[in-house]
């Protein structure tokens, strides 16, 4: 059967998703527990422990940038005919994957925590630079790129609460102050996160090769002079900048790196407010984050809600709400009220509908951002959008996480101690409150003027088609026109060149 004839059903959609267990739960479990093992057993300063996540990940946000290109490029190898030019790296990436356990040893120099982390990322973003590229690779319809979004953000939502039920049980079952509970979790996750790699590489496909891309792999290949290298690489950098001139992506980006990083800096932030500033337990912060378990049902529903409603909507949603339980959280703080433990569950629950949203909203719209750039360019660039966007996540999330720890230390934060001064524990409070929520009220600005949605894009994709069959952009409708010119950030005239 050809490719173009495959059917995206619910079982190849979770296949797909499953990559997503290791994009929510690795990272989720990083975000929220790394700087605290760091601090805590390690016996690391915290800007030394953020200076691990920072460093490694900017190494990583530039190798990123070169990844997309390569998985582009790389049906041109032998290996990119035998194992697919994207799935290749699925396929390679999934034993690697038992790095992720070694970032949860004791004992170890900074150097050694520097280092796996910094492979980890990079084995990451090579699994999931080109895993992200698959639903445009698989199928053109709006509703089957849906299907399998959903299904990798309900993944990603069970990978979400995994990452804070389990490491929540085992830090209950071996104490607050045992270690091994924390590589015990890395283990379990890693060997988990090695299998779903490799479903996923089993089940999805991509597109066949295009004549224009058959033609260049025929073609003899040259040996380029360091000067053409130069030039080469000088051009690579020419096509990331070009996404930016992509309206739709521009706003997209400024969406999704905004509201990510006010992600980010709770996720970091919220068990040492829990223990430090609430006064409660690790582990019962870790239950709290384990109601991200609600993310499942949120999901499936975010799936209808984006077809029906778009995700501008959806964006409103998830920022307003996640903004009003941030502040409740520092209510909860500043009054100290006698039913502290049922206000923070109920807050965290709402708090996991709205991080669902923000999660599951921008990686449901990525798929449709190569179809807008096609009708520029006529070309299909996928891998080129996931490094840029791969590149903007970990060099904020990156900027963020030092931010945090530099915060912690500059405010008198004391490694290792149970007891904190209170300029520390109100310098949490007070980053989690300003630096979090300040960061979704800019998202929700950006996202109220997003117009990017299944009517649009059905609109743009038609219009693609039409073109491609010859036909004259002098028959163009006013709606399309507009549509167009809207989603792109050009004149009708200056798309889809002769």
Request: charge should be positive; glycine fraction near 8%; aromatic fraction near 14%.
């Amino acid at each position: 059967m050809s490719k173009k004839n495959k059917v995206v059903t619910i079982p190849v959609s979770i296949g797909y998703g499953l990559t997503d267990l290791m994009g929510g739960g690795a990272f989720t479990i990083i975000g929220a527990w790394l700087l605290f093992y760091y601090t805590t057993f390690v016996g690391m300063s915290p800007v030394k422990a953020a200076s691990i996540v920072a460093i490694a990940r900017i190494v990583d946000a530039i190798v990123s940038l070169f990844m997309g290109t390569i998985t582009d490029h790389f049906y041109k190898t032998k290996l990119g005919k035998k194992f697919g030019r994207r799935k290749f790296f699925l396929l390679i990436g999934s034993p690697l994957m038992l790095m992720y356990s070694l970032l949860w040893v004791t004992g170890m120099s900074y150097w050694f925590y520097l280092i796996c982390y910094l492979l980890f990322e990079i084995i990451a973003a090579m699994v999931l630079i080109p895993w992200e590229t698959l639903p445009s690779e698989m199928t053109k319809k709006f509703n089957e790129r849906t299907k399998l979004s959903t299904a990798r953000m309900f993944i990603s939502a069970l990978g979400t609460f995994l990452a804070t039920f389990i490491p929540g049980r085992l830090i209950a079952y071996f104490g607050d102050d045992n270690a091994y509970a924390y590589f015990l979790n890395g283990l379990i996750f890693a060997i988990l996160f090695a299998i779903c790699v490799f479903i996923s590489y089993k089940v999805t496909w991509e597109r066949d090769l295009t004549p224009a891309m058959i033609e260049e792999m025929e073609q003899k290949v040259v040996k380029k002079t360091f000067g053409e290298q130069l030039k080469s690489l000088g051009g690579l950098f020419k096509d990331y900048g070009s996404t930016f001139k992509v309206k739709a992506f521009r706003k997209h980006l400024v969406i999704y790196l905004l509201s990510f990083t006010a992600k980010d800096i709770f996720n970091t932030l919220f068990v040492f407010f829990c223990v430090f500033a609430l006064n409660i337990s690790s582990s019962r912060a870790a239950d709290l984050l384990s109601l991200s378990i609600i993310g499942l049902p949120v999901t499936l529903l975010a799936g209808l809600a984006i077809i029906k409603f778009g995700p501008s909507r959806l964006y409103a949603i998830s920022y307003t709400t996640m903004f009003i339980c941030i502040l409740g959280f520092y209510s909860v703080y500043m009054f100290d009220p006698s039913s502290k433990i049922a206000i923070l569950f109920v807050l965290a629950a709402f708090y996991q509908i709205g991080r669902c949203l923000l999660e599951f909203t921008p990686w449901n719209v990525f798929p449709f951002i190569p179809d807008v750039d096609e009708m520029i360019t006529k070309k299909r660039r996928e891998g080129l959008f996931a490094a840029v966007m791969t590149f903007g996540r970990k060099t904020t999330v990156a900027i963020a996480t030092f931010c945090v720890g530099l915060v912690l230390q500059e405010s008198g934060f004391v490694k290792g101690e149970t007891v904190q001064s209170a300029l520390a524990i109100s310098t949490i409070s007070n980053t989690l409150l300003i630096g979090a929520g300040s960061l979704l009220l800019l998202a929700l600005l950006f996202a109220l003027t997003f117009k990017l949605n299944k009517r649009t894009h059905g609109i743009l994709v038609t219009e693609v088609e039409r073109l491609k069959n010859n036909g004259s952009k002098k028959d163009v409708t006013p709606e399309t026109k507009a549509v167009v010119e809207n989603l792109t950030g050009y004149r009708y005239e200056d798309v889809w060149p002769s």
